[in-house]
């Protein structure tokens, strides 16, 4: 379990108004693209030490790997273990986890959820005219999560960057929406509207059991890139979907209504305002097909 946290620049930035109004000066100069330069180049290698060293982080398997950068370093692959039972819905990152409600409306189109003082549409987060959707399509993508849950998985900057498909299925390709770059921690989620401000890309994914799945991949603060390595395609459940360049980012999955129980202590932790801390892999939930 965890408590929501910030670090000092976001408490700064978000939490005052001289900050707040810097902020949109930094992300108007495109500072976190410059950042995201200097973390990509040899120059940033030196950091890597003490990055490790201030987070105490496992680093077991890259003993003596010289990294060519910090995002060589903040990208790198590990072998990791997940639940393989078929009936389980597992986490697609390590991560902090919270557990949202999506609403019902009448028709289906209008759902939201309420996430840090803020309601979210569906309509928010596809943004479906901006990929030539007819309104039929629209309809149909938007009430298939009536009544559903959202599950957002936030990775803070000392997380593995990587994450997996958290079943067997297919999914229609990649639908990307350029954003801000925003911080994604708490009292930034409490202050902006972020989570449909943010770079992010999205997929529809058909899963073996349990239905119809959304997949969001939300960039953040000096995260440049959001990787996926499949379009239209099949894949297995653990198979690596994608991953981030470069400190905290987030994934959220939207499930249809009915498809999965997520376990009592994570709904218990999540219902508070606080988030559960999870690892790649973890099942969180299970099936009710």
């Known amino acids: 379990m965890s408590k929501n946290s ?5 408490l700064f930035l978000y939490g005052t108004p001289f900050g707040r109004v810097l902020l949109h000066i930094i992300l108007a100069l495109k500072v976190p ?7 990509r180049s040899p120059f940033s290698s030196f950091y890597v030490n003490s990055f490790v060293k201030k987070n105490s ?16 370093f903040f990208t790198r692959k ?13 986490s697609p990152a390590d991560s902090l986890l919270s557990v949202y409600n999506i609403s019902e409306s009448e028709g289906g189109t209008d759902a939201k959820f309420h996430i840090k003082g803020f309601d979210y549409t569906l309509k928010d987060f596809f943004e479906c005219k901006k990929f030539n959707m007819s309104e039929a399509e629209e ?36 639908h990307f929406i350029e954003g801000s770059l925003y911080s994604v921690q ?5 202050n902006f509207r972020l989570y449909t401000k943010n770079r992010r890309s999205w997929t529809i994914i058909e899963s073996e059991n349990f239905g119809k ?47 999965i129980n997520v376990f009592e202590e994570i709904k218990k932790v999540t219902d508070s305002g606080d988030e559960y801390r999870v690892k790649i892999g973890q099942c969180v939930a299970t099936s009710t097909l």
């Open 139 to 174: 309809k149909s993508l938007l009430t298939s999560f009536n009544g559903g849950l959202c599950l957002v998985f936030r990775l803070c900057a000392t997380d593995y960057h990587r994450y997996c498909f958290v079943d067997s299925g297919s999914q229609n390709g990649n």
């Open 33 to 39: 693209k410059l950042l995201g330069a200097v973390l």
């Open 213 to 259: 799945l959304a997949q969001i991949e939300i960039g953040a603060f000096s995260v440049g890139g959001i990787k996926n390595h499949f379009e239209e395609s099949g894949f297995k459940k653990g198979e690596e979907k994608g991953y981030f360049d470069l400190h905290g980012s987030t994934i959220v999955i939207l499930v249809q209504k009915d498809k």
């Open 57 to 72: 982080i496992d680093m077991t398997g890259f003993e003596g790997v010289k990294f060519k950068s910090f995002n060589d």
């Open 186 to 190: 708490p009292l930034a989620a409490e």
């Open 6 to 10: 910030n670090d000092k620049s976001v």
């Open 78 to 90: 590990k072998d990791f273990s997940f639940d393989s039972e078929p009936s389980h819905f597992i």
